[in-house]
């Protein structure tokens, strides 16, 4: 009775497998076929001299070689994009949270206010950017048209934005700021989660808005705000689209970030081999960044009180 | 009652998957043609009506038509081409067939014209231009044919043209009249804003090198090795830079942005009173019901040892090698690749497209009577095609024009920006040579 219940129990454990697996399996093969395929082929491509067209030819190290040595564009779209992380990350965690802190209040209207900071959100990047080239067109544009008293006070020429190498950059990263209200939902969900009584405490020892806000809600907010970091150093390293859009990688390839070459070596130049070589070096330094980044968690992070 | 359901389920499954393949139920060999009509198109309909055509006219194939979007069409194309999946039929550019016939993904089509003994639609080289059948020639043999074929010329406005006491016979036909007739229709406001210009040689289809070729130069030579840093080249680019001197590049720059944003022609919108354009721009004119008075001549040329000559290209009709294909579908895939380019065929496509088609007979009868047409058809003859360059195949576009605006902007004086252009290719040219030794 006892090893016949034991075989009815191995028996139903294995059906449940099957059936696991059975529900499981339309996630499984797609992570296979449309995931790890692509992301082998991808790694075998970058050792090949291959143009779409004809079959793939082995050729070593050569593309990374190539890539290292002797192909100015790729240290370009590097350094372009290595800017754009370095500047875009910080500035969009700065200012996600300034609105998150903002928006933390309860003042008639404030859904009204989170929402309409939400809203770029969900606005297509593509309209976003030609929006924004309206905005930052240095003839007509209306931020120029703005800032036309300021440029006679201080006797200046209008900046020039996406039209000049120096401010291009910075021109595309203030853009991406419109977005910040994506981070900033995140920021305000965890600040209605920080209990009310370590504010009521703090009142108590005559603490005023400033320091509740430096001893207590960033403190208890960097969960989140590391979440944003991370997230942001990946997607930062991938930035394309607005350069696309906006300036086609110009003036003078200040906006060619390594993504765009990437594409344009598939599209333009049809060398996968190089391509792949390029998203290949492109992961090992969205890794190594994000590495060193999560060894900084323990550190900055406020994980919780142990014991 | 579970596995009656599940049954019927399964039946009913297998009908609709069944029914979806009805032309395979009629033992007819399908045919895929992928094309630039996708629906919602205005030419949908009458590529449809030819493809249905087609197959009314016969029964042992049959052709399914898939159109894409002119700007999605280009990602389907070369993804099906690499995967091996491509069309029995397509469209492609024709400047670098012979990178693909080199490939060994392209039908020849000389070995099917010569075993083709149907008489049907039976091809004519003589209807099509050698220039063009030269880019679909690998091996002296030919892997595609041309299927349209496009040239740019020198659109005037003749009502602007009038206002100044102009006529048709004024029209520039060398550099230095297009200089001194341009400056006539600019106007400057008080604030700086330019309003309207006569001519830009950067506007429109212009390109650097169709201006290089009118001077008998070319950005490589034989062996393709760029040479574009010569005395001669510099004073082209100079005559580029100092057309419209009048004006600070910025000027120029937010003129031709406002034309941008605001989404208009700066011909059709009397912006600019010439410009240099394809022969899309009067189907542009024509679609969009405007009764703007203008006329068409060939692209001014330098005033000495001028060559007249433009930039033109086309699209080439290439039957694609899966290494699958029987041969009955070859046999349909060719049946229907000479009907496509049959002379009826060629003039209902130039008429639902709206583009000059490769056909010789078929465009001089489609563009009689029609003087616009006829001249924009005569450019095909002075048309040339720019080099397949295996190192760089996009020179002439993201390769070229980083160098191009860095001089146009000042940020590169015109001898530094053609060096480093020369540089760059030399590079692209040692990168290539060094995976491909």
């Known amino acids: 009775m006892k090893k016949q219940s034991i075989g009815s129990i191995k028996q139903l454990k294995k059906t449940e497998n099957r059936m696991g697996y059975l529900f499981a399996s339309p996630w499984l093969i797609g992570i296979i076929v449309l995931g790890a395929f692509p992301i082998l082929a991808s790694f075998y491509i970058s050792f090949t001299s291959y143009d779409m067209a004809s079959a793939p030819v082995w050729v070593g190290l050569k593309n990374y070689i190539i890539l290292f040595t ?40 404030m859904s009204i206010y989170r929402t309409l900071f939400y809203l770029p959100c969900v606005v297509s990047i593509v309209a976003m950017s030609l929006l924004w080239l309206w905005l930052f067109q240095p003839q007509f544009g209306i931020i120029n048209e703005v800032l036309s008293p300021l440029y006679k006070l201080f006797n200046m020429e209008p900046i020039l934005w996406y039209q000049s190498a120096s401010t291009s950059k910075i021109t595309l990263i203030l853009m991406g700021l419109w977005t910040a209200g994506g981070s900033m939902v995140i920021y305000l969900a965890q600040m209605q989660d920080i209990p009310k009584s370590l504010y009521e405490s703090a009142e108590v020892d005559g603490a005023n808005w400033i320091q509740k806000t430096f001893s207590i809600t960033l403190p208890l907010m960097t969960p989140s705000i590391f979440f944003n970091f991370i997230m942001g150093i ?30 344009d070596k ?14 290949w070096i492109l992961l090992v330094i969205v890794l190594i960044v994000t590495m060193f980044a999560l060894r900084l968690n323990k550190k900055v992070v406020y994980l919780g009180e142990e014991g | 009652m579970k596995k009656v359901l599940l049954m019927f389920l399964v039946m009913v499954a297998s009908v609709t998957l069944l029914g979806c393949n009805k032309e395979a139920t009629e033992e007819r060999t399908e045919i895929t043609f992928w094309h630039m009509s996708p629906v919602g198109d205005v030419s949908y ?26 700007w999605d069409y280009w990602d389907k194309i070369n993804v099906a081409v690499a995967s091996r999946t491509a069309p029995s039929i397509g469209l492609s550019t024709i400047d670098d067939v012979v990178s693909r016939a080199e490939s060994g993904v392209l039908l020849n089509i000389s070995d099917l014209m010569d075993a083709d003994t149907s008489g049907i639609n039976t091809l004519d080289l003589n209807e099509f231009r050698q220039s063009q059948m030269d880019f679909a020639t690998y091996e002296e043999d030919l892997y595609a044919m041309p299927f349209s074929a496009t040239s740019r010329a020198l659109f005037y ?19 230095s009249e297009l200089e001194t007739i341009a400056k006539m229709f600019d106007i400057q406001e ?15 289809d212009t390109t650097y090198h169709g201006w290089l070729w009118q001077s008998g130069l070319d950005f490589f030579d034989e062996d393709l090795n760029p040479t574009l840093n010569t005395p001669e080249h510099l004073e082209v680019l100079n005559w580029i830079l100092d057309f419209n ?18 989404g208009v022609n700066p011909f059709t919108s009397e912006r600019v009173a010439m410009i240099v354009s394809n022969d899309g721009l009067y189907q542009t004119i024509d679609t969009s019901g405007s009764d703007i008075n203008y006329g068409v001549t060939s692209i001014p040329i330098p005033d000495e040892n001028g060559i007249h000559v433009c930039w033109g290209s086309g699209f080439s009709l290439e039957m694609y090698d899966n290494g699958d294909n029987t041969d009955a579908e070859v046999a349909g895939a060719y049946s229907f690749y000479k009907y496509l380019l049959s002379e009826p065929v060629q003039i209902a496509l130039g008429e639902s497209l709206g583009w000059l088609m490769s056909h010789i007979t078929a465009m001089e009868k489609y563009v009689e009577g029609d003087p616009i047409l006829e001249a924009l058809l005569a450019e095909v003859d002075y048309s040339m095609d720019k080099v397949y360059v295996p190192y760089a195949p996009a020179w002439h576009a993201s390769d070229w024009q980083t160098y191009y605006t860095q001089i146009l902007d000042g940020d590169l004086t015109p001898e530094a920006g053609l060096l480093a252009a020369r540089n760059h290719y030399l590079q692209k040219q040692e990168n290539y040579n060094t995976l491909h030794e």
């Open chain 1, 70 to 109: 002797n192909d100015d564009v790729f240290w370009k779209s590097l350094w372009n994009t290595i800017y754009h992380v370095l500047i875009a990350i910080p500035l969009g965690l700065i200012v996600g949270i300034i609105l998150a802190l903002l928006l933390n209040n309860k003042i008639r209207g």
């Open chain 1, 234 to 263: 990946i997607g930062g390293f991938q930035v394309f689209t607005i350069a696309y859009i906006m300036t086609n990688g110009g003036p003078a390839q200040s906006t060619y970030y390594y993504a765009y070459y990437m594409f």
């Open chain 1, 266 to 279: 598939m599209m333009s130049d049809q060398a996968m081999g190089m391509a792949s070589a390029m998203a």
């Open chain 2, 45 to 70: 309909s009458s590529v449809k009506g030819l493809i249905t055509d087609f197959n009314e006219s016969q029964d042992l194939y049959f052709v399914k038509g898939v159109g894409f979007s002119f």
């Open chain 2, 157 to 175: 406005n003749l009502d602007m043209f009038d206002e100044l006491g102009l006529t048709e016979a004024d029209a520039p036909t060398t550099w």
């Open chain 2, 190 to 204: 008080a604030d700086g804003t330019v309003t309207r210009l006569g001519f830009d040689p950067t506007y429109g």
């Open chain 2, 245 to 262: 001197k009048d004006f600070t590049r910025s000027q120029l720059t937010a003129f031709g942005e406002a034309n941008a944003m605001l």
